[in-house]
């Protein structure tokens, strides 16, 4: 028999929920969601989603065994237990993909990278810190600022020819940047990449801290976007790393995902 | 007659200032800079220009029709219906443009939809700019894409429907605001001029004549623009030879020391970096300091928290000051800005208090670059975008009366023209230097 | 011979470059096959560093400090730190360090890609810096050599006292020279150490002279970016030998010949041009950009006539020279004497006297951000000089030999917009 | 006494010292100097001075640890870099702002060449106050590191004459010791119980009490301590499913209480640490008896604990610091360093190799004393506890 659990996390920018079918170990998602917060309150948002999630699956609250939270876990009243980001990100990249050894998280706001063993534990981790460059955020400014959706900035960096350098590490002033390129005539892919390169490389000094091994799992709301994953192996190989980058669609749920998959094995190390 | 123009492109905004022999400002124009380079300083000087011509034509109507009652009225209603030419232009060209997006978009099923609806938001639009476009309402922005973008953002939020998704119009919009800004005017002075009279002597048919003559005499005048000097952070992307760029911090303590020749110390904030300069009494630079490699505290920081509260930039100010406490914050990443806002208001701490927190932040940064760059020496005078938003001038001079005791703070109203009248100034001498030699 | 000025000149300059260079290959000759030869190594750095006291026992001197400077010249830093950081080095902290533990965990080959040997000891004079303590803590950590500390108390209230003296000479005295002794084997011989003395202080002499020409108008030398050629010998194995005594004595005949001349110094690209800004410099040079760095100086006319950075292993121009009559207490003041170990109203004092006796325009101030020991302070001693003498000063930032600190364009800009201030300030006027 | 009243002057104690925490303008020292002419009022830089000496001349040592997250930096940044730490440029500027007037001069203790030079720059701005730069020697045999130590001991003993206008006598220095050795006892007991029942006292009360050691004197700052530990035991704290983690690092600049909370709300007791390292610098008496200068000289040289500015000589501190680990029972540690602070960084790396070889995890971060986000750090501590937690348990029952 498996029990039903809930994971969310709530982010920077989005909510994102999975109620689990958990059974010894692993589970069976039954219903996944992402909503964008835009402004709203998102403490509503957070309480929206879980309701939400519940009419979805057509369970009653007493049906779950555990909520658990992740990410920005004081949003969640309703939550029995809370596992920190990492945590639930290692488990939630281990789900997707058993065979990963290290998982690149990026965020609207962080990016983090995190090397696990094969449980799925954190041996070594490393973030980024008070500074904005290399985040998602950043990318959606730029994104807007172009002109271009977010769902068409990964497509697009693909195409790009000769990539543009971004010299600048500040979100700020690689915002100017862009626009001094834009003035220039630099097409629109050509800056996309060049901004994915800038990212990456934050991202694999990242990955060089902690020593990363492949398989490699980027999850995160920028795991959609393939143009930075892309950029990412790009990178690597520069670095003459060899190693898989993988994402997932559902990579971008992978906190929530962990959340809900820890949230069982608590609640069975609990009963026991 | 000849002129002296002096460009400073700036990292948001561009500007132009246009001095006459005597050294006098008669004309000045202001831009933003988020587009190209190049578009943004011809739109500036093209703004000054029209600007200078607008201080002829308020001569020629003192002289003609000296102490007329409604003189001033009658200039002030014809300058406003320039401007309101002037944007309707730029308002349908925009629309077109949005229309030509949505033709290009891939998503065919929403066209009629978003067609419709596009329609209706720019006749809002329009309707609202003929309704109250009000040129001397001081607290209201100038620019084009702050003006459209945040009634375009409310009336698209109206128009979306479950079918058609509010991020499809918002897409919309983000391409063609774009399209928009890299294009140049796009029409003559003497038509809009001609426009704009035919409305304002809708409202002052008694005048019709005198605006005619007066308008006729001030396009006759030949604008001789003389010597030409460009600074800012975008100068090196100025179409100018290298002697005719100078450096802006060389451009910010010469113009402080035009406006005040008795300052000794000059801060200027702008978009995205901040100087602290100390000049002698010839306006020489004898020391500065700026921020580099982060724009962390400077204006554009302020700009990513107007957005955030969806309140324009003149009212943040305001705002802050009805603090009773503010509240101490520490991370002035102008990137994080928007999160840092949103945690504090989850904590339970209100607006205005973060706000409050949010400009004494950024005026410690500024603090600690005067510091760095001698300290703060009498008169100090602030300029710079941010010299407009009366709590970071509240925080400032509290601070600086804290630490290096009463200095006389001097802001001017044209002080974003600092850099600009610095140029303009330069530009002068290198062409009186030229005609010695 | 149109012009037999220029031409001698241009070969004499080759000879003392050209000898330094020899010497230097030699040396590091040397240390790789220093075991081999059945020579025992020790490492120690260069600040207070006891060149001769290490010779007296023929043991090769290793100074990792110029390792890591000469990596940073060849451009292998990088590369060294990014090592270093991989096994948990902050990102915060003295690149020399990293780049120096960088190069032993990628084998140990030196700047000569010669292989550099193991220490058999680990000779700690802890001299003007803490860093120093650190770096051989984690050396002692990597190879399990033995250390031997030296402890040279700090100038704190700008002099020396005899309390500090006579705990520097015991420490020699009672624990370094016994440790020296057991590790070479040989036995202690206080003349030899002694006629070393007296060949450093021959030496010393001459770098005095050489530094002082700077004075001259136009200056023949600059004293930082040639300078650190010109200390390079004295400052590290060779001081106490005749080769070094040579040296020294070759290369004052150059520059006196120079200055006789009245030619200015000597760049990368030949001859300065004309002489425009004399400035004074504090703050070591950034080895990574180290050629560009100095163009964007001799590009503007301006050359350093005074440096702080150039006194690092010993201040001599206030008169100090090695004595041979007290070996091991005038060891104990060389130490002391080092520049780092001055105090900062001490330093001040320096700056300021180097201003006037070599008629600056202005001073500058590079300030690097590995080194806590020269940096920190540096911007109330800009200040205090700006009060003192009433020239402006001048601020940059960069770093010993991590490239992701040297910003050309920053720089550039900083140091334009100060030769900018000089220029205007001398004219007075803006028009 | 009933639990309610007990948990009052608890919060009565904690609230005191964080009141006295909170007094970035030392009014309580002002107040003490005031309450009796002629009181005289020394400051020293964090981590190791004989405090000993100094109060038996019958002078207040008033430890200076910056300014935190409560003062402003305005003047202080046009002294320091960027990259250099923050607490000498908060303490600059509390100089600067009159803050530290009541201070009649300064000892810099040889703690780093920070702190070196700011000696010196204290010198060129007050060049009429004291400031004493104290070579802490480095070099521990007694006739040689220790005759010179005694001579720079007579040195200061000779200020603090200088400064109050007698000689502190023997009887005086022995009091003092005894009050010292007291403190150090209470101290240790509240380390050892922390250590014990962690749940007890949370880190913050153990870190506030010790800061008011700082600014009171010792006969206060005892009874502090004593009223603390007698009333901590009668707490009914709920014991929670915490990690118990040793902290390194954070012997100078001091993280902001902000942090500290932080740490334990990420899921961490702290069992030990190394914050205001002057009251644990001695790992044991002295002992008062004959010729007590030199008592405090020979405990200085004997009896220092292991620490980022002091040479290990041939006490290995990787060795020290397991055999802490084991001690105190920690299931891991946490470099919990100042950014830009070179001895405790440069340290780590030799830390955590150890560490790996020995088995036990660790994590790093940096702060500095204003720092005002701990999102990113309690993320991070909160996956370093829920690794230990869920794994110790997870080994034995092995996922899939
Ligand atoms: N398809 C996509 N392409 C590119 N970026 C995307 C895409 N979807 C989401 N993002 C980015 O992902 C970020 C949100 O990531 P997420 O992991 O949810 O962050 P958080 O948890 O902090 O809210 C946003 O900043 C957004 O820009
Ligand atoms: N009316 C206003 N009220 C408050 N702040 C303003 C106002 N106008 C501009 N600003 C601020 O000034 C900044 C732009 O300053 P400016 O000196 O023009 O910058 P730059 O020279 O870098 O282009 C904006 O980012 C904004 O924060
Ligand atoms: S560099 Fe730019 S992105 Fe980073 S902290 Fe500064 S302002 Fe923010
Ligand atoms: S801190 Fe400075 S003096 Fe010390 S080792 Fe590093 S570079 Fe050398
Ligand atoms: S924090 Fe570290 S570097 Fe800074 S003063 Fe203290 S010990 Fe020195």
């Known amino acids: ?272 | 007659m000849g002129f002296y123009l002096g460009i400073d492109l700036g990292s948001t905004t561009s500007k132009a200032v246009v001095l006459d022999e005597d050294e006098q400002i008669v004309g000045r124009g202001l831009t933003n800079t988020r587009s190209n380079y190049e578009v943004a300083a011809s739109l500036a000087q093209e703004e000054a220009l029209v600007n200078a011509r607008f201080y002829y034509l308020r001569r020629e109507l003192e002289k003609s029709e000296s102490g007329a009652p409604g003189c001033e009225q009658l200039f002030q209603q014809l300058e406003s219906d320039f401007r309101l030419e002037q944007h309707l232009f730029r308002v349908n060209r925009l629309h077109e443009t949005c229309l030509e997006a949505l033709e290009n978009s891939s998503a065919l099923h929403l066209l009629s939809s978003a067609r419709s609806a596009l329609d209706a938001i720019f006749t809002e639009c329009r309707e609202e700019a003929v309704r109250d476009f009000d040129l001397h309402q001081a607290d209201r922005s100038r620019f084009f894409r702050d003006i459209i973008g945040s009634q375009y953002m409310a009336l698209a939020e109206k128009h979306s429907t479950r079918t058609l998704p509010y991020d499809f119009l918002l897409n919309i919009y983000d391409r063609s605001i774009l399209k928009e800004e890299n294009r140049s005017v796009g029409f003559t002075f003497e038509s809009a001029l001609g426009a704009a009279r035919n409305r304002t002597a809708a409202h002052f048919p008694q005048h019709a004549s005198l605006l005619q003559t007066v308008a006729s005499r001030v396009l006759e005048r030949p604008l001789e623009v003389l010597a030409c000097v460009g600074t800012g952070y975008g100068r090196q992307r100025l179409p100018f030879p290298k002697e005719q760029i100078r450096s802006e911090i060389l451009c910010h303590g010469l113009g402080a020391h035009y406006f005040f020749p008795a300052t000794r110390t000059v801060l200027d904030i702008g978009g995205q970096d901040t100087k602290a300069i100390q000049v002698d009494d010839e306006g020489v630079v004898t020391s500065f300091q700026m921020n580099d490699r982060c724009a962390a505290g400077c204006g554009r920081y302020l700009g990513y928290i107007a957005d955030e509260l969806n309140i324009g930039l003149h009212e943040l100010g305001p705002l802050a000051m009805q603090s009773r406490r503010s509240v101490r914050i520490t991370s002035t990443c102008t990137v994080f800005a928007g999160a840092e806002l949103r945690d504090r208001l989850s904590l339970g701490d209100s607006r205005e208090d973060i706000l409050a927190g949010l400009h004494r932040a950024i005026t410690l940064r500024a603090m600690s670059l005067l510091s760095r760059s001698g300290g703060v020496f009498n008169e100090f005078t602030f300029t710079g975008g941010v010299a407009k938003n009366s709590a970071a001038v509240k925080a400032l001079s509290q601070l600086i009366a804290e630490n290096y005791g009463e200095r006389k703070l001097n802001i001017h109203p044209d002080s974003i023209y600092t850099g600009a009248v610095g140029a303009a100034l330069y530009a002068r001498r290198a062409s009186s230097d030229r005609k010695a030699a | 011979m149109s012009n037999p000025a220029t031409h001698t000149h241009n070969v004499k300059k080759d000879d003392s470059m050209l000898r330094q260079k020899n010497m230097l290959s030699e040396y590091y000759r040397r240390v790789s096959f220093a075991h081999e030869e059945g020579k025992k190594v020790v490492y120690s750095f260069v600040p207070g560093n006891l060149t001769e006291l290490f010779l007296t026992f023929d043991l090769v001197p290793v100074y990792p400090e110029i390792n890591a400077l000469q990596n940073g010249m060849r451009k292998v830093s990088a590369r060294y730190i990014q090592t270093a950081e991989k096994i948990g080095h902050s990102e915060d902290v003295c690149t020399y360090v990293k780049c120096d533990i960088g190069m032993l965990l990628e084998g140990n080959k030196g700047p000569t890609g010669e292989r550099i040997p193991e220490p058999d000891l680990l000779f700690l004079s802890y001299t003007g810096c803490f860093t120093f303590l650190k770096w051989f803590e984690n050396l002692a950590c990597h190879y399990g050599a033995p250390v031997a500390l030296l402890h040279t108390p700090y100038q704190g209230d700008g002099t020396i006292t005899q309390n500090m003296r006579d705990y520097m000479v015991r420490q020699l005295r009672d624990e370094i020279i016994p440790q020296l002794e057991s590790i070479s084997g040989k036995k202690f011989d206080e003349e030899r150490l002694r006629s070393m003395l007296r060949l450093s202080a021959q030496a010393e002499e001459d770098l005095v002279a050489v530094l002082q020409s700077a004075r001259l108008r136009p200056s023949p030398i600059d004293a930082y970016f040639g300078g650190v050629y010109y200390i390079g010998p004295i400052f590290t194995a060779f001081r106490g030998t005749q080769e070094c005594v040579d040296y020294y004595a070759e290369l004052r005949r150059e520059i006196e010949e120079r200055a006789a001349h009245g030619l200015g110094p000597v760049t990368p690209d030949g001859e300065m041009a004309e002489e425009r800004y004399r400035l004074v410099v504090e703050g070591p040079p950034n080895w990574t950009s180290f050629r560009d760095f100095w163009k964007m100086f001799y590009d503007e006319g301006a050359v350093i006539v005074a440096s702080t950075y150039t006194k690092v292993g010993g201040v001599y121009d206030t008169g100090f020279r090695h004595n041979p009559d007290d070996p091991l207490g005038t060891l104990a003041d060389y130490c002391m004497g080092c520049y780092t170990n001055l105090n900062l109203p001490s330093r001040v004092n320096l700056l300021q006297r180097y201003i006037d006796e070599y008629q600056a325009d202005g001073f500058l101030v590079n300030s690097i951000k590995s080194c806590n020991s020269f940096a920190a302070g540096e911007l109330l001693m800009l200040r205090e000089l700006e009060k003192r003498t009433g020239k402006p000063g001048g601020f940059i930032e960069s770093d010993l030999v991590d490239p992701r600190y040297f910003s050309a364009a920053n720089i550039k800009t900083r140091l334009e917009s100060y030769l900018q201030m000089i220029e205007q300030k001398r004219k007075g006027k803006v028009h | 006494m009933s639990l309610q009243d007990s948990t009052g002057q608890l919060e009565e104690i904690i609230g005191y010292c964080e009141s006295l925490y909170e007094d970035v303008d030392l009014q309580c020292v002002q107040r003490w100097k005031a309450a009796q002419p002629g009181r005289r009022a020394l400051g020293f830089m964090p981590v190791y001075v004989a405090r000993e000496l100094i109060y038996a001349g019958g002078v207040l040592p008033v430890g200076l640890m910056g300014g935190g997250d409560q003062v402003e930096i305005i003047k202080g940044d046009a002294y320091y870099q960027s990259y250099i730490c923050h607490i000498p440029r908060s303490t600059i500027e509390m100089a600067l702002s009159q803050r530290l007037d009541c201070l009649d001069g300064l000892l810099c203790p040889s703690v780093c060449d920070v702190i070196r030079n700011f000696s010196g720059m204290w010198k060129l701005l007050f060049p009429d106050r004291l400031c004493r730069y104290v070579d802490l020697p480095q070099n521990f045999n007694p006739s040689i590191g220790g005759a010179y130590y005694r001579r720079e001991m007579d040195l200061l003993m000779a200020d603090l004459e200088a400064l109050t206008g007698r000689r502190p006598t023997d009887e005086g220095v022995n009091r003092s010791i005894e009050l010292y050795d007291r403190n150090r006892t209470l101290v240790e007991q509240l380390y050892r119980l922390r250590s014990d029942q962690p749940w007890l006292v949370p880190t913050i009360e153990s870190y506030l009490l010790l800061r008011a050691g700082n600014v009171v004197p010792v006969e206060e700052h005892n009874q502090l301590l004593e009223g603390y530990l007698e009333l901590a035991p009668r707490r009914t704290f709920r014991v929670m499913d915490n990690i118990r983690v040793l902290l390194v690092g954070s012997f100078c600049e001091q993280p902001p209480l902000g942090l500290i909370r932080t740490l334990e709300k990420a899921g961490c007791y702290i069992v030990d640490d190394d914050f205001v390292l002057v009251s644990r610098w001695l790992t044991r008496g002295i002992g008062a008896g004959a010729d007590p200068v030199q008592r405090v000289c020979n405990a200085y040289l004997n009896a220092s604990t292991f620490h980022s500015s002091k040479y290990e000589g041939n006490q290995p501190k990787r060795d020290l610091l397991l055999q802490r680990v084991a001690q105190v029972k920690a299931d891991g540690v946490v470099f919990c360093a100042p950014s830009f602070c070179d001895p405790a960084l440069l340290d780590q790396p030799i830390y955590m190799s150890t560490l790996d070889n020995g088995g036990i995890a660790y994590t790093a971060f940096k702060y500095a004393e204003n720092t005002g986000q701990f999102q990113n750090i309690r993320e991070q501590l909160g996956t370093f506890s829920d690794s230990i937690k869920l794994w110790s348990v997870q080994a034995a029952k092995e996922m899939h």
């Open chain 1, 1 to 272: 028999m498996s029990i039903k659990t809930i994971g969310i996390d709530p982010g920077v920018s989005s909510v994102k929920t999975v109620v689990m079918a958990y059974r010894e170990g692993t589970g069976e998602i039954l219903h996944r969601h992402m909503e964008r917060i835009r402004r709203r309150d998102p403490a509503r948002v957070v309480e929206e989603c879980y309701y939400h999630a519940l009419d979805a699956t057509g369970l009653k609250e007493n049906d779950i065994a555990y909520v658990a939270s992740t990410g920005e876990g004081d949003l969640v009243p309703f939550r029995r237990g809370h596992f920190y980001g990492m945590t639930t990100h290692a488990r939630g990249a281990k789900f997707l993909y058993p065979e990963v050894r290290s998982v690149l998280d990026v965020g609207a706001l962080h990016a983090r990278a995190m090397r696990v063993d094969d449980r799925s534990r954190v041996l070594q981790y490393e973030m980024t810190g008070q500074c904005a460059s290399g985040s998602g955020q950043f990318l959606e400014n730029i994104a807007r600022y172009l002109g271009v959706g977010l769902d068409e900035v990964g497509p697009l960096s693909l195409q790009a020819q000769k990539p543009e350098v971004v010299s600048t590490i500040c979100a700020v002033l690689a915002e100017t940047d862009v626009i001094n390129m834009v003035s220039r005539g630099v097409s629109t892919p050509d800056i996309l990449k060049g901004i994915h390169m800038a990212i990456a490389n934050r991202l694999v000094r990242l990955l060089r801290y902690i020593k990363a091994e492949g398989p490699l799992v980027v999850t995160g709301g920028l795991a959609n976007d393939v143009g930075l994953v892309q950029a990412v192996r790009e990178k690597l190989g520069e670095e003459s790393k060899q190693m898989d980058v993988l994402t997932h669609l559902d990579s971008v749920l992978a906190g929530a995902i962990g959340a809900a998959l820890w949230a069982g094995f608590r609640h069975e190390q609990l009963a026991a």
